[in-house]
C-alpha cells in the first residue's frame, strides 16, 4: 500500500502492537487500537483480523461508508457466507468483484489450487465423483503472525513435515464450495506441508480426467490468455520463479502409466502476495476503478 501510486495510508490498526511502530517502504508508520481507528476517514479498509471476529469489523467499516477487502476467513464461500459476499479470486470473479462494496479474499491455498483447477472442471474433464489429491507445502509465514515454538528456525530448519493429514484443513471448506460452482463433481484429498522456507506455496494435484488431452497447456492457455497474473509454463514451476510477485504460475503433463487417464498440475504463488496482500490490493483496485495492476509487482 505505501508504494501504491494511487493510495494512501489513513491508518493501520493492531491491537496488540498499539502504540508500537513499524518502518515500512521507507515510512515509519505508528499502530493505533481498532477501537481508535477513524473507519469514515478511509475509502476502502482491508480486514485482516483473527477468523471469527473480522465479521464484526467489516460490518463497522461499512457502516462507516467504507468498502472493505476481508483477508479471514469469514466471509469466504463455505463459512458462512450468507450475504452473498464476492469472492475475491479476481481471475475467476472479476465482474462481481468491480461491483462490490465487500469483497472475501482467498485463503492462500485455495487461490494456488483453485485458479489450477477451474479451467478444466469448467469444461467438464474431471471425472465425476473421482477424488482429486492435493499435496501443497507453503512457508512458515502461512501460519500467521503470532509467535509459536514449533515455528520457530530451529524448530523447521532442515525439515519437512506434513500437518492436518487427516483431510481437515480449513480451507477444504472453501475449496470444495468454490470447486462447486465451476461444476466440479469431485472429492478433494488435501495433505499441506510445512517448508522451512519463509514464503511460498508448491501446489500438486493429481486430477483424473475423461480422456487424453494432446496439449493439455492449451487449456490454461485459452482460459488465461490475457491475465496479467497468471503464468501458464511447460516447465515445473518453482517457488523462485514466484516469490515477492503477485502471479500464479500453473503447468500440467499427463501422468505415463496409468490405466485412467490423469493430468498432474502444479502451482506456485507467493502466499503473501497472491496468496494474501497482493490479491487484496488487486480487489482493491477493481472495487476501486483503478488499473487493476496497480501497485502490484509482476
Not at 512458515?140 to 519437512?160: H, Q, Y
Not at 518453482?238 to 504460475?249: G, Q, T
Amino acid at each position: 500500500m505505501l508504494r501504491h501510486p494511487s493510495l494512501e495510508l489513513a491508518f493501520a490498526s493492531a491491537n496488540l502492537q498499539a502504540g508500537q511502530k513499524a518502518r515500512l517502504a521507507g515510512r515509519e508508520i505508528t499502530f493505533i487500537p481498532g477501537e481508535e481507528a477513524p473507519l469514515g476517514e478511509a475509502e476502502l479498509i482491508f480486514s485482516s483480523l483473527p477468523h471469527g471476529t473480522s465479521a464484526e469489523w467489516v460490518r463497522r467499516a461499512t457502516e462507516s461508508g467504507a468498502k472493505v477487502v476481508d483477508l479471514s476467513s469469514d466471509l469466504r464461500p463455505g463459512n458462512g457466507n450468507r450475504d452473498g459476499v464476492p469472492y475475491g479470486l479476481t481471475e475467476l470473479t472479476r465482474d462481481s468483484v468491480s461491483s462490490a462494496f465487500v469483497v472475501a479474499n482467498p485463503g492462500c491455498y485455495p487461490t494456488a489450487v483453485l485458479i489450477a483447477l477451474a479451467p478444466l472442471m469448467k469444461r467438464g474433464l474431471t471425472v465425476p465423483g473421482a477424488t482429486i489429491s492435493i499435496s501443497a507445502a507453503s512457508g512458515v509465514t502461512g501460519a500467521g503472525f503470532m509467535p509459536r515454538s514449533d515455528l520457530l528456525f530451529a524448530e523447521v530448519t532442515e525439515d519437512f513435515r506434513a500437518y492436518a493429514v487427516s483431510n481437515e484443513h480449513r480451507h477444504l471448506a472453501e475449496m470444495r464450495a468454490v470447486a462447486k460452482t465451476f461444476g466440479g463433481d469431485n472429492d478433494l484429498l488435501f495433505v499441506p506441508h510445512l517448508l522451512p522456507v519463509a514464503r511460498g506455496i508448491l501446489a500438486t494435484m493429481t486430477v483424473p480426467v475423461g480422456e487424453e488431452i494432446k496439449d493439455p497447456l492449451e487449456i490454461w492457455k485459452a482460459d488465461y490468455a490475457d491475465e496479467p497474473f497468471v503464468e501458464i509454463t511447460a516447465e515445473t514451476p518453482s517457488l523462485r520463479d514466484v516469490v515477492r510477485r503477485n502471479v500464479v504460475r500453473v503447468s500440467a503433463t499427463f501422468a505415463k502409466g496409468m490405466r485412467q487417464p490423469t493430468l498432474i498440475v502444479i502451482a506456485a504463488i507467493d502466499n503473501l502476495m497472491k496468496g494474501a496482500a497482493g490479491q487484496a490490493v488487486q480487489n482493491a483496485n477493481l472495487m476501486l476503478g483503478l488499473s487493476e495492476t496497480a501497485g502490484l509487482p509482476a
